[in-house]
């Protein structure tokens, strides 16, 4: 059974950077997409950005393109989310979990596809 763990998440003001990571245990790590998600007070958790189990299909909320940047390495069993010019409206717990099918060949975004998730990092974002 794979546990995901999120770390690095904390109270930042608007224009700071910080960057979460995904740790896994388990040996099949590098054969699953991993995506993160996020869930404000009140609201739905959407997806943010996900990551191939190879490492070279990445996807994107349409919103957070340009400021967020998802990687992995297989070597750790660790993918993170680098996220620039944060906002107050980027005020969320950030989840990542684990697609259901392994070697998927897209990277998809719907929470109902992804299982194994984490417990959850707080970020948020002062004005």
């Known amino acids: 059974q794979v546990q995901l763990v999120e770390s690095g998440g904390g109270l930042v003001q608007a224009g700071d950077s910080l960057r979460l990571s995904c740790a896994a245990s388990g040996r099949t790590f590098s054969s699953y997409t991993i995506g993160w998600f996020r869930q404000a007070p009140g609201k739905e958790r959407e997806f943010v950005a996900g990551?191939?189990?190879?490492?070279?299909?990445?996807n994107y909320a349409d919103s957070l393109k340009g400021r967020f940047t998802i990687s992995r390495d297989n070597t750790k069993n660790t993918v993170y989310l680098q996220m620039n010019s944060l906002s107050p409206e980027d005020t969320s717990v950030y989840y990542c979990?684990?697609?259901?099918?392994?070697?998927?060949?897209?990277?998809?975004?719907?929470?109902?596809?992804?299982?194994?998730w984490g417990q959850g990092t707080q970020v948020t974002v002062s004005s």
């Open positions: 979990a684990r697609d259901l099918r392994p070697f998927e060949s897209w990277v998809r975004y719907d929470p109902a596809d992804f299982g194994s």
């Open positions: 990551i191939s189990w190879s490492g070279a299909i990445t």
